[in-house]
């Protein structure tokens, strides 16, 4: 018999998301679950169809193919799961409703948390790459107990509760799923006898410092990964990862966009008027920029190769510097005297000399005949 389309199967559209693709396989296995249905061979052929359904449809590769070639692409892929598997799946998609227990429960052993720790940095710095100082609060398996929770002398005993099991099973009606025992949290030991330094988390905070060596390059939202710097993990798992996250503060000068660097220089309307030289900064000192006769305000100059050379690879950026006309103030007698002048000379020469200017005002006097007519 043909299989059924996994989509018809989990009463979902193809475009569905991965939360309501989940919700709807919670919803059919939770109706025709066998602990729910005893005895009911469709039920349980149809909770083994939904559960092939959601390993497909979960899983973005598979999904992918799926979509592209149907059941022909999931040879050899989909229904690897033996009805021994039932349980551990639908247990760690219903774990969240009866308070987690999926199968990192069973041995209490678990990964520490990852932990992220802020870093501002001088776009110099962040250019050229540095090595910095960090100080983080974190917690580390305690020494007094080598991370048992016990004291010295003694060890945790075997969980009244789960019997070691670090599970127990839980009845809601006809539906029943484990859980991480209440009293272990899944370790499937107890602790009678706890040791003073830890009080029987097996744990202790402390602050420790770490040097991170920032690569020339990075840019702001990058992050470092430290491994096996965050949290200490429980019952002798691996501690996680510290991410340090890359913040470049404000700089006076530059805006950096990717491999180019960005500035405005203010220039005197003579410069701008009859051409000059001018001394730009650069990450790497000064350079000559040359400003031909008549630029015009917002003319943008590019020095090649004055940019950032990326963390990523890649040759070095350019700098990008934005002219911006400077209207000088606190005039003398004499300098508004010869700006008359300059001006009067100006309006005898008619348009040729300020055709932005003459252009707009003719722009608006048609504008506003428009209106009048």
């Not at 070639?69 to 998609?93: K, L, P, R, S, V």
């Not at 789960?162 to 009606?173: A, F, K, S, Y």
């Not at 309307?269 to 009859?274: H, S, T």
């Not at 000064?286 to 940019?307: D, M, N, S, Y």
Request: with cysteine; net charge positive; glycine share 14%.
């Amino acid at each position: 018999m043909s299989k059924r389309d996994y989509y018809e199967v989990l009463g979902v559209s193809r475009d569905a998301s991965e939360a309501d693709i989940k919700k709807a396989y919670r919803r059919v296995a939770m109706k025709h679950h066998p602990d729910r249905n005893p005895g009911d061979k469709a039920s349980e052929d149809r909770f083994k169809e939904a559960n092939e359904a959601f390993e497909v449809l979960s899983d973005a590769n598979k999904k992918a193919r799926y979509d592209q070639y149907g059941h022909a692409g999931m040879e050899g892929q989909a229904g690897g799961h033996g009805a021994g598997d039932f349980g551990d799946i639908f247990g760690d998609i219903f774990g969240d409703i009866f308070g987690g227990g999926g199968r990192g429960g069973r041995s209490g052993v678990r990964k520490g948390a990852d932990l992220r720790y802020n870093l501002e940095l001088d776009l110099e710095e962040a250019v050229r790459g540095t090595t910095v100082k960090i100080r983080i609060p974190t917690t580390v398996s305690c020494e007094t107990c080598d991370g048992s929770g016990a004291k010295k002398g003694s060890a945790p005993i075997t969980c009244s509760t789960c019997n070691g099991m670090g599970q127990v099973r839980m009845q809601q009606g006809f539906f029943s799923v484990q859980q991480a025992c209440p009293r272990c949290h899944g370790s499937g030991k107890q602790i009678k006898d706890p040791c003073g330094s830890c009080h029987g988390r097996g744990q202790v905070e402390e602050q420790k410092t770490l040097s991170v060596k920032v690569p020339a390059g990075v840019d702001d939202g990058d992050r470092i990964r430290l491994t096996g710097e965050g949290q200490a993990g429980s019952q002798g798992g691996p501690a996680g990862d510290l991410y340090v996250q890359v913040h470049i503060r404000p700089h006076k000068l530059f805006v950096r966009d990717g491999r180019d660097l960005h500035c405005e220089i203010p220039i005197s309307f003579v410069d701008a008027a009859l051409g000059g030289e001018l001394e730009v900064p650069t990450l790497d000192g000064r350079v000559k920029l040359k400003i031909p006769a008549e630029t015009q305000t917002g003319k943008l100059f590019r020095l090649r190769g004055k940019g950032v050379t990326s963390v990523r690879g890649g040759g070095p950026g350019d700098l990008l510097c934005r002219v911006a006309l400077e209207t000088p103030v606190k005039l003398t007698k004499r300098q508004k005297e010869l700006l008359q002048e300059f001006q009067t000379i100006g309006d005898n020469e008619g348009n040729k000399q300020s055709p932005k200017k003459s252009s707009w005002f003719d722009g608006v006097k048609k504008f506003v005949d428009d209106l009048r007519a």
